[in-house]
């Protein structure tokens, strides 16, 4: 069965400092790999999305970036975090290609930016 | 684009029935998702709706009417575990290969006892 892993559960940056956020998933190949953050009293809005190696489109123009090195492996990265950055960060798996295929969320990372 | 509505806040009873809808308006549908997700933890997948009509799935249920551009998740026999924000979400149109979900803003349910 497939399983996706996310890391660090929470953190506390202060502003100006930069972020890494790890995510991988097991048990299947080339997976189409999401970022997506959820602040306080709003939706989740998707950051970023991945349907290769290096293959990566962004939703939201923003200081944040990502990266997938390897097929499973997804990486959400910022130089200098912002205030705003503050939020609930998932990572997301579907299987590849486009119809019908549902999303799974990771365990979530909370990001408070001080 | 994508635009989804569903109510902020509902409350219900232990042991009642409470109905969730959902109206979204879309450029494409490629399907209608609702997941559940409890403070603080990520969301989970409850159901999956691409054509009109009701899925069960034990005391959940969704139904669609693309014509109407409505769903409604039915959530049977409550349960104070099932106190949560419940989310809905279109899944946008398919663009060469891949295609994203679109959330609303979620409906979070409070079972009393």
């Known amino acids: 069965s497939q399983t996706i892993h996310q890391w660090p559960a929470t953190l506390v940056q202060p502003v100006g400092s930069p972020l890494s956020l790890e995510c991988t998933v097991e048990g299947t190949s080339n997976p189409n790999l999401y970022w997506y953050r959820q602040a306080a009293g709003r939706g989740l809005q998707l950051l970023f999305y991945s349907i290769g190696i290096d293959q990566i489109s962004s939703e939201v123009p923003q200081n944040l970036s990502a990266s997938r090195p390897q097929d499973r492996q997804f990486i959400l990265s910022s130089k200098k975090l912002l205030l705003s950055d503050s939020g609930f960060y998932l990572c997301?798996?579907?299987?590849?290609?486009?119809?019908?295929?549902?999303?799974?969320f990771g365990e979530g990372s909370w990001l408070t930016v001080v | 684009g994508q635009n989804i509505d569903q109510p902020t806040e509902m409350t219900a009873t232990e042991g009642a029935i409470v109905q969730i809808n959902c109206t979204y308006q879309t450029s494409g549908f490629n399907g209608l998702f609702w997941y559940q997700q409890h403070a603080g933890e990520a969301p989970t997948f409850l159901s999956y709706n691409v054509l009109d009509g009701l899925e069960e799935k034990g005391r959940f249920s969704s139904f669609l009417s693309r014509s109407k551009g409505y769903s409604y998740l039915l959530l049977k026999e409550l349960q104070m575990k099932d106190s949560a924000s419940y989310l809905c979400?279109?899944?946008?149109?398919?663009?060469?290969?891949?295609?994203?979900?679109?959330f609303g803003k979620g409906t979070m349910l409070l079972v009393s006892p």
């Open positions: 979400a279109v899944r946008d149109p398919v663009n060469s290969g891949y295609s994203t979900l679109t």
């Open positions: 997301a798996w579907s299987l590849e290609g486009g119809g019908g295929n549902t999303i799974y």
